[in-house]
C-alpha cells in the first residue's frame, strides 16, 4: 500500500474484466490524471460518536494523564540551544517551568537494565578479556618462529643466510622511500596531471555516496 | 508492520516520552533491532540522551534487550509494537480498574501507567501521599494485595544472580512467583511515609500492570455486549457464567475452542451467584438460545451432563469482524454494496450476472457497486481460464468474485492506524496551535483553585477570571471541544482495532 497515493488503493480491473461486468464506452471509469483533493467531500453522514459519561471520563482522563507525562522526566526533548546573545521576556517562566520539571526525579532500575545505559560507565571488562588470548596467540607465535630458526640453521650455512639478510634489507630501505616519493609525486603533480576537465565528472561524487535514491 | 503502524507507533511515542524518544523507537521500527552505537550514530543524538530513552523505554516495558549474535557482550534493542499500540488504551484499562476497585485500584493503576514498573511499596506511597480524598494506607495495600490475586498486576522478572556484575543482565522469574502478592508491611510503611530510612521488604520486586488480564476482560465484554444485543441481559449473564466455568478449566487464550462445559455446572453457578429468577427457570432455554445463534458464542458437543458444550472464540471473532466489515461497508458505500458483499460472502464464489440477482439490485447500480468495492479491495476477482479455443479467437474466460477476510482485516487494521495517526496528529497541531490559550487557562484554572480553597471574595475571584477575554474563552471553547471528539474518536477506533486484532490473533498459526 506504500506510495499508492492518498485512499486510493490502487487496484482497478483490465479492459476484459471491464467488459465480462458489462462497461463499455463511456462506463468505463477515466484514468485519474491529478491527486485527489486532500479533504474529499464525505458521500454519507459519518456515525456520531458515543457520548456518555464513560466516554467523557475516559477522554478527561487521558489529556490529564498526557499532561502529567509531559511534565514528567521521562518526556525526553532535545535541549534548546538558545542564542545567550537575546534575551526573551519569556525565558523566565520558561525556565521556571524546565527547573520543576528536573526537581522531580528519574527513577530508573538500573539493575534491569544493560550496564552500558548507565550513566558513566566505561566498557573496561571488555577491554582487559581479549588481553589473554591474545597474548597466548603471541607466544605460540614466537615458538613457532624460534623451531622455524633452528630448522634453518640446521639446514643451511650461515653465509647464506648473511646475504639473504642483507638483500631483504636493501629491499626494504628500497621500499620504503619510493613510497615517499610516490606521495609527494602526486601531490605535487596532482594539478597538473588531472587539470583537465570536460565536465562528465559533475555531480559524480553525489551518485557514488550510496545516500539512497533521489527521487 | 505496516508504514501505518509504524507512523502511528511513532507518533504515540512522541506524545508520551517527546522528540528523542521517537528519533529512536523510529530507527528501532525501520531496522528491527540496533545496538547502541548505531543508534547514537543514527539520531545524531548524545550517547547519554539515547542511553536514557532507552533505560525509560525499557522501564515501561516498550523496549526490550539481548545479546548480539556477533558479540554477547553488545546488547540490541528491539521495540515491541502491540505495547506501544496499548498505550492508547490506558483510559479504557484505567476506567476497568475503577468500575472493579474504585478510586484506590485506578489511583493505584495510574501511578504504575505512569511510571511503566515501579516497586509495590513505592506506588502505595505515592498514591497515598497524592490522593485527594485520602484513603487509608490500609486500603491502598489491600487493595493491591487483591489486583495482583485477581492477576491485574504481574511481577516483572528479575536479573539472575551472579557473582560478578554482567553487563547484560539476564531478567527471568519462576511461573509460581508472577502473582504472589508481596509481603507489604503496614508499619514499615507508614515510617517511610513520615520520612524514616529503613529496609523495605520488596524493594528489590516491580510490578507492572498485566495487558493480558484486561484485555481478557475486553475481549469477554465484547462478548457478552453482542450476547446482550441479540439475545437479551439474561442470555448475557447466562453467557458470563457460562465464560467463568470455561477459565476454571481452559487456559484463558486458548485458540479454537475450549474444553466441554456441562448444564449441570452452569446452572449450579448461576444458583449460587445469581439472583435472576427468570434466568434459572429458563436456563436451559437461554443456553439453548445463545447455541443456536448463527454467530455461534458456543457449539453442543455431548448431551453428558445435561449437555456438554464448548465455547469457540475463533468462530465468534470471525462472524463480529466479518458484521464489522460490513457495518464499514455501508458505511461508505451504502446499505446496497453490504447487501453485495453479504451475496459474495455466503457464496464464496460468483459471477457478476449471479450478483445482481442474488442481491436484486439493478443492474448498472450493481456493476458500479462491485466497482467501486473491487477498487477498495473489499472483494478479489479470481479468473477461471476455460481450456481450449485452439488460436480461433480470444478464450474464454470466467470472473468469479471472491472474500479474502484476512486481506480484509489487515486492510481495515492499517486503515485504523491511519486514522487513529491522522487522528493524533491533529489533536497535536490544535494543541501546539493554541499552546499560550491552553496554557493561560490553565493557570487560571489553578489561580482560581487555590483563590477558593484560600476563601477569597467571588467579586475577586470573577474578576481574575476576566483576564481571559471572551474572544478567547469562544476559541479555547472550539478546541477543547475538537480535542474532545478526536479523542472519542480514539477511542472509538480503538474498539475496531481490538475486534480486529483479537481475529487475527485467533487466525494466526
Given amino acids: 500500500m506504500a506510495g499508492r497515493g492518498r485512499g486510493r488503493l490502487g487496484s482497478s480491473l483490465t479492459q476484459e474484466q471491464l467488459q465480462v461486468l458489462g462497461c463499455v464506452g463511456k462506463d468505463i471509469p477515466s484514468v485519474p490524471t491529478a491527486p485527489p483533493p486532500t479533504f474529499p467531500p464525505l458521500l454519507s453522514k459519518p456515525v456520531p460518536l458515543e457520548n456518555s459519561t464513560v466516554q467523557d471520563y475516559m477522554t478527561l482522563w487521558k489529556e490529564d494523564f498526557l499532561t502529567q507525562m509531559r511534565d514528567s522526566p521521562y518526556h525526553l526533548e ?14 523566565q517562566f520558561v525556565n521556571v517551568l524546565e527547573n520543576s520539571k528536573q526537581k522531580s526525579k528519574v527513577e530508573i532500575p538500573w539493575h534491569l537494565m544493560p550496564a552500558e545505559l548507565r550513566p558513566n560507565w566505561k566498557r573496561r571488562k571488555v577491554a582487559t578479556a581479549p588481553t589473554l588470548p591474545k597474548k597466548k596467540k603471541e607466544n605460540l607465535i614466537e615458538d613457532r618462529l624460534k623451531v622455524l630458526e633452528q630448522k634453518e640453521k640446521i639446514d643451511e ?59 | 508492520m505496516s508504514i501505518q503502524c509504524g507512523e502511528l507507533c511513532a507518533v504515540i511515542i512522541k506524545q508520551y516520552f517527546g522528540e528523542n524518544a521517537q ?24 550517547k547519554a540522551q539515547v542511553s536514557m530513552v532507552l533505560a525509560v523505554l525499557i ?49 493505584l493503576t495510574e501511578e504504575l501507567l505512569r511510571s511503566g514498573s515501579q516497586t509495590a511499596s513505592q506506588v502505595i506511597l505515592k498514591c497515598f501521599s497524592s490522593a485527594e480524598n485520602k484513603d487509608t494506607m490500609a486500603a491502598y495495600r489491600d487493595t493491591f494485595v487483591q489486583m495482583v490475586r485477581d492477576n491485574y498486576l504481574i511481577r516483572c522478572p528479575m536479573p539472575r544472580i551472579t557473582e560478578s556484575p554482567v553487563i547484560i543482565p539476564v531478567l527471568e522469574i519462576e511461573q509460581h512467583l508472577l502473582f504472589r502478592p508481596p509481603d507489604l508491611d503496614l508499619g514499615k510503611l507508614q515510617k517511610l511515609q513520615s520520612g524514616a530510612t529503613t529496609e523495605v521488604p520488596d524493594g528489590d520486586s516491580y510490578w507492572r500492570v498485566n495487558f493480558d488480564r484486561l484485555h481478557q476482560d475486553f475481549r469477554d465484554n465484547i462478548m457478552t455486549t453482542a450476547v446482550e444485543r441479540k439475545m437479551g441481559a439474561s442470555a448475557a449473564e447466562c453467557f458470563k457464567y457460562i465464560l467463568q466455568q470455561m477459565y476454571e478449566k481452559t487456559d484463558a487464550w486458548q485458540k479454537d475452542y475450549s474444553n466441554p462445559i456441562t448444564f449441570i455446572e452452569v446452572k ?81 464464489f460468483i459471477e457478476q450476472e449471479d450478483i445482481q440477482k442474488e442481491a436484486m439490485v439493478p443492474s448498472k447500480e450493481a456493476k458500479l457497486l462491485t466497482y467501486k468495492l473491487f477498487e477498495e479491495q473489499f472483494i478479489q476477482i479470481k479468473t477461471i481460464r476455460k481450456a481450449g479455443g485452439g488460436g480461433s479467437g480470444p478464450a474464454k474466460s470466467f470472473f468469479l468474485f471472491t472474500i479474502n477476510e484476512k486481506q480484509i482485516v489487515r486492510m481495515l487494521l492499517d486503515m485504523s492506524y491511519k486514522a487513529l495517526f491522522n487522528a493524533i496528529s491533529r489533536s497535536s497541531y490544535e494543541k501546539r496551535d493554541n499552546k499560550r490559550l ?43 471541544a475538537r480535542i474532545k471528539t478526536l479523542s472519542s474518536a480514539e477511542l472509538a477506533i480503538d474498539d475496531t482495532l481490538f475486534l480486529f486484532q483479537m481475529h487475527q490473533y485467533y487466525n494466526s498459526s
Fill in chain 2, 59 to 107: 522501564k515501561f516495558q516498550l523496549v526490550t534487550f539481548e545479546p548480539s549474535f556477533s558479540n554477547e557482550n553488545i546488547p540490541e534493542y528491539s521495540i515491541k509494537k502491540e505495547a506501544v499500540l496499548q498505550m492508547l488504551r490506558y483510559p479504557r484499562y484505567v476506567h476497568l480498574m475503577h468500575t472493579k476497585y474504585g478510586t484506590v485500584g485506578s489511583t
Fill in chain 2, 23 to 46: 528519533k529512536v523507537a523510529d530507527l528501532l521500527f525501520s531496522s528491527g533491532s540496533r545496538n547502541l552505537s548505531s543508534l547514537v550514530k543514527a539520531t545524531n543524538l548524545t
Fill in chain 2, 268 to 348: 449450579q453457578a448461576i444458583e449460587k451467584k445469581s439472583n435472576n429468577l427468570e434466568l434459572m427457570k429458563n436456563l436451559d432455554q437461554y443456553i439453548t438460545l445463545i447455541a443456536e445463534d448463527n454467530i455461534g458464542f458456543i457449539r453442543k458437543i455431548g448431551e453428558t451432563g445435561g449437555g456438554q458444550y464448548v465455547v469457540e472464540m475463533k468462530k465468534v471473532f470471525d462472524e463480529l469482524s466479518q458484521v464489522c466489515t460490513e457495518n464499514i461497508i455501508t458505511e461508505k458505500f451504502g446499505s446496497k454494496a453490504s447487501r453485495i458483499f453479504r451475496v459474495i460472502r455466503s457464496k464464496r
Fill in chain 2, 438 to 480: 491552553i496554557d493561560k487557562s490553565q493557570k487560571l484554572d489553578s489561580i482560581v483553585e487555590a483563590m477558593k480553597e484560600r476563601g477569597e471574595s467571588e467579586e475577586y475571584i470573577a474578576e481574575i477570571l476576566e483576564t481571559l477575554t471572551p474572544p478567547e474563552r469562544e476559541v479555547l471553547e472550539k478546541v477543547k
Fill in chain 1, 78 to 91: 532535545p535541549a534548546v540551544h538558545n542564542n545567550s546573545n537575546i534575551q526573551r521576556y519569556s525565558d
Fill in chain 1, 157 to 215: 650455512n650461515p653465509e647464506k643466510q648473511a646475504v639473504h639478510g642483507s638483500d631483504s634489507e636493501e629491499e626494504k630501505e628500497e621500499e620504503e622511500p619510493e613510497i615517499d616519493e610516490d606521495d609527494e609525486m602526486d601531490e605535487e603533480n596532482d594539478y597538473g596531471n588531472n587539470y583537465f576537465d570536460n565536465g562528465e565528472a559533475f555531480n559524480e561524487e553525489d551518485d557514488n555516496l550510496d545516500d539512497g535514491p533521489i527521487y
